[in-house]
């Protein structure tokens, strides 16, 4: 059964910074794109930020030049490094494959004063 796990969230200030984690099991990453999503309220899911099995990286325009994604497969662990939080990245952050198979708990980041 494939699982991720993601953590690392809470409450910043604007132009604080998180850095998630999300550990993935029952799959083997390495095969596979991987993203972070994210869920504001009253809005529907999007996909913020990608990295490619050859470590390419891609981000939605919202988030360039201030969100980092990485991965370590030997540790099954995909991250996202955020920078110059804003209160509009508030939301609940969720990691998966893309396309997604399923959904974590994910985990929330506020970012207010």
């Known amino acids: 059964q494939v699982q991720f796990v993601e953590s690392g969230g809470g409450l910043v200030q604007p132009g604080g910074s998180l850095r998630l984690s999300c550990v993935a099991s029952?799959?083997?990453?390495?095969?596979?794109?991987m993203g972070w999503y994210r869920q504001a309220p009253g809005k529907q899911r999007e996909l913020v930020a990608t990295i490619d099995p050859s470590y390419l990286t891609n981000y939605e325009d919202s988030v360039k030049g201030r969100f980092t994604i990485s991965r370590d497969n030997a540790k099954k662990t995909v991250y996202l490094q955020m920078n110059s939080l804003k209160p509009d990245d508030t939301a609940v952050y969720y990691c998966?494959?893309?396309?997604?198979?399923?959904w974590g708990q994910g985990t929330q980041v506020t970012v207010s004063s």
């Open positions: 029952g799959i083997t990453i390495t095969f596979y794109t």
């Open positions: 998966n494959k893309v396309p997604a198979i399923g």
